[in-house]
């Protein structure tokens, strides 16, 4: 167990539907980031935030969101679903955002889009 | 544009073989260099990082990478592998500052008996 919680495990929604996946990072961390899974393109860095604010941009569409919350969770809305968002979004978390903190990764939520 | 190249995708050995996965990376600049390990149902775990010194890296389970700076490579090693070890391993890298993770699609690991 690595200490961050995500939530749901799983999700099937529809296209064009809109949904949040939220993560809770390790007590004491500061950095929340966002990765998405897909058998096409592997793991994709979408976004990190740090102490609330957002610091670095990955990959990520205009029809996602994220935001981090004053207790640390952070929450990635998905929105205008599309067949191809299909996939496995994981959370990390770190102490703080410099390269060299280790990032503790979530069990991930599963995404079928139908 | 920074880029992982895992070349194995899927590596199938028989328990007490050795084990050497292949990593290259494209990235300009210093880099920080990982091996990460996803068991089967789990999340991501760390295994083992570089981030400067002795290019001769010893990680958790008896795994160790070395990077070839020359090469731009950061090979995975185990000498003897273990079915315990079936997994599916991840080369990633990063630079200076903060620098998002660029991963590598990933080697699948099975190891049978």
């Known amino acids: 167990d690595s200490g961050v919680t995500q939530t749901p495990k799983h999700l099937i929604t529809a296209t064009g539907q809109r949904v949040t996946l939220r993560c809770s990072p390790r007590s004491g961390d500061l950095s929340v980031y966002w990765y998405q899974q897909s058998l096409d393109q592997g793991l994709q860095f979408l976004i990190q935030y740090y102490n609330g604010e957002e610091r670095a941009k990955g990959n990520i569409l205009e029809r996602f969101s994220a935001q981090q919350f004053p207790d640390l969770h952070s929450e990635l809305n998905l929105s205008s679903l599309e067949l191809g968002d299909s996939a496995l979004y994981f959370c990390?978390?770190?102490?703080?955002?410099?390269?060299?903190?280790?990032?503790?990764f979530g069990p991930g939520t599963r995404l079928t889009v139908t | 544009a920074q880029s992982v190249s895992q070349h194995n995708h899927h590596v199938i050995l028989s328990e007490a073989a050795s084990l050497e996965l292949g990593c290259n990376y494209s990235y300009g600049g210093t880099v920080n260099l990982f091996w990460y390990v996803q068991y089967p149902g789990q999340h991501l775990q760390l295994l083992l990082k570089?981030?400067?010194?002795?290019?001769l890296v010893k990680g958790i389970k008896g795994f160790e990478a070395e990077f070839i700076k020359s090469k731009f490579s950061f090979n995975l090693r185990k000498p003897s592998v273990q079915w315990s070890d079936t997994a599916e391993y991840f080369c990633a890298v990063n630079g200076a500052g903060n620098t998002p993770l660029v991963f590598g699609k990933g080697t699948r690991l099975s190891v049978i008996a």
């Open positions: 990390a978390s770190s102490l703080s955002d410099g390269s060299f903190y280790e990032q503790y």
């Open positions: 570089y981030f400067s010194g002795d290019p």
